[in-house]
């Protein structure tokens, strides 16, 4: 089994715009190197959480709520974009 497909197993909605992993899955494994464990989690933020026909990866928000890691896409620079746009 490789990092990805262990988390991937241990994943979990937040909501609709948010996932994460219960803290254990990154510190209580000692079979992964913990970098792979972040990379790994980053691809799939990025390939769970990207809108579709998206041309960029926008920037992770990444933190730590309820014992929980969670990663959601940092729309904030998007939003204030579109609004002096408007």
Do not use: Q
Request: net charge negative.
């Amino acid at each position: 089994m490789k990092a990805r497909e262990y988390l991937e197993k241990h994943l979990r909605w937040i909501s609709n715009d948010s996932i994460g992993w219960e803290r254990l899955a990154f510190t209580e494994v000692t079979v992964f190197e913990p970098v792979s464990l972040v990379d790994a989690a980053v691809d799939i933020a990025w390939d769970r959480l990207m809108p579709p026909g998206a041309l960029e990866r926008p920037a992770l928000d990444v933190f730590s709520r309820d014992g929980m890691i969670v990663f959601r896409l940092c729309m904030e620079p998007l939003t204030r974009a579109l609004a002096k746009a408007a």
